[in-house]
């Protein structure tokens, strides 16, 4: 009997957590090619379609709903060994900086369970802006950094890719009017910057409604429903949904995050990073 291999499922999962295949590509590192020969591979050991052609793209069949959680499981037992394996004598200390969008969903999970494997490793958490974690990383402040991508940079250890989304309360804006009403971070901010571009070039009109330092001021003003805010589905829960097509909004483009690691970093860092590009991606 054919096993299922770990890798295959991981560029199974980048597919669907990502939508299409060469989001899968940039998650996984390969390229577009590879990762279609992947998923043929894998086809041929399950022996049934796991994709099917989906409008401009590909969706998954029955077959590959039903691999989804099976996935998941595998791999959650593979990081559990793996994380009880390498833990067992690492000792030390890591400093962590991370964006608050993934300082509230997805990181804490898994911070807790390296916590657990690794008890003899201290970990100092510090969650702030990319451009300033940044900073902290290239000072030697930090150990490993998740940060908004801008660029390629030689200190990457793993890639996280997001739609965008327009994002809105769940009841909708307060007052319909001419100019779309914002809620944006403060300058510098890629989700600012993507988003006044698409607007801009959409030739639509925009006011900014809400400025915030933090997502919290953020999640305030889109809640009440005075403005609406570009943002990845990490920020969608509590009363915030995406936004609706009635809208006519302009698509955003896709938000990259970086995993990065100091110069210094030792080997706990190293695993932790790679703990976090395998499990910070978004389950579908």
Not at 100 to 117: I, M, N, W
Not at 137 to 160: K, N, W, Y
Not at 242 to 268: C, H, K, M, T, Y
């Amino acid at each position: 009997m054919d096993t299922l291999d770990p890798d295959l499922l991981k560029t199974f999962l980048a597919f669907v957590d990502g939508g299409s295949l060469v989001r899968a590509a940039s998650a996984v590192g390969r390229s577009p090619s590879a990762v279609t020969a992947q998923m043929q591979r894998l086809e041929e050991i399950v022996g049934e379609p796991l994709l099917s052609p989906q409008g401009r793209g590909r969706g998954l069949t029955p077959a590959g709903e039903d691999l989804v959680g099976h996935a998941r499981r595998i791999l959650a037992v593979h990081t559990e060994a793996w994380l009880a394996l390498k833990g067992a004598r690492a000792g030390g200390r890591i400093a962590i900086g991370t964006t608050q969008d993934f300082a509230d969903h997805g990181l804490p999970d898994l911070l807790r369970a390296f916590a657990a494997s690794h008890p003899r490793v201290r970990i100092e958490l510090r969650v702030g802006r990319s451009l300033e974690l940044g900073s902290a990383l290239q000072a030697g402040q930090l150990d490993l950094a998740v940060t908004m991508r801008h660029a390629p940079s030689p200190d990457e250890a793993g890639l996280i890719s997001e739609p965008m989304l327009w994002l809105c309360s769940q009841k909708g804006l307060a007052a319909r009017e001419e100019e779309l009403p914002l809620a944006l971070l403060d300058p510098y901010c890629g989700f600012r910057e993507a988003a006044l571009n698409a607007l801009d070039a959409a030739g639509r009109r925009y006011r900014i409604a809400a400025g915030s330092a933090s997502l919290a001021g953020l999640r305030s003003a889109v809640n009440a429903g005075i403005a609406l805010t570009p943002r990845t589905r990490r920020l969608a829960h509590s009363g915030i949904v995406e936004a609706s097509p009635d809208l006519n909004l302009p698509p955003l483009p896709v938000a990259e995050f970086a995993i990065r690691l100091g110069r210094e970093a030792a080997r706990p860092a190293r695993d932790l990073a790679e703990l976090l590009g395998s499990g910070l991606a978004l389950p579908s």
